[in-house]
């Protein structure tokens, strides 16, 4: 599995512990270890630039993801091919400010927010209320798996 991480914002981010989370969230979902992943943390004016681009929102967001092969969670008998996942486009500076408001940690919030993103780049969304239930089912899942794990590490 080839994870890429760039961090073209100002901000210091453990980079080991999200690529480590998306290891563990790709895994969960059975996507292939030929799959390629990309993750990019950007500042406020890029974000933003890019929230205008392709929602047509105004102002910087939390996280945007771009698939690009549209692959789709896969199973323990069959994972998904092998294939691009596509991008993730994380703002750390959005993330902090949520982080806060949320009581824990900017590192918390990244983690959510990259598992949130992947599971966009698999084809879950939230937009009706039993998506919702099923998608943020599945993020608090994988982030509690992930905890387990790192608290035996």
């Known amino acids: 599995m080839s994870i890429e991480f ?3 914002s100002a901000v210091q981010i453990d980079e080991a512990a999200l690529l480590r989370l998306a290891e563990f969230a790709l895994s ?3 996507v ?5 992943l990309n993750i990019v943390a950007v500042d406020e004016a890029a974000m933003e630039q890019l929230h205008v681009q392709w929602m047509d929102e105004p102002g ?3 996280v945007l993801s771009f698939p690009m092969d549209e692959l789709r969670p896969g199973t323990p008998e069959q994972p998904t091919p092998a294939g691009l996942l596509g991008d993730i486009v994380l703002c750390p500076q959005v ?3 949520q982080a806060e408001t949320a009581g824990h940690s900017t590192l918390d919030e ?7 993103g992947i599971l966009h780049l698999l084809g879950y ?10 998608m943020f089912g599945i993020q608090r899942d994988i982030l509690l798996g992930f905890h ?3 608290r035996r590490s």
């Open 32 to 36: 292939s270890a030929e799959a390629d």
């Open 6 to 8: 760039n961090n073209e």
């Open 125 to 134: 969304d939230h937009a009706e209320p039993e998506e919702k239930r099923e």
């Open 60 to 62: 910087p967001t939390d």
């Open 148 to 150: 387990v794990q790192e």
């Open 95 to 97: 993330a902090e400010s």
């Open 110 to 116: 990244l983690l959510l927010l990259t598992t949130h």
């Open 28 to 30: 969960a979902m059975h």
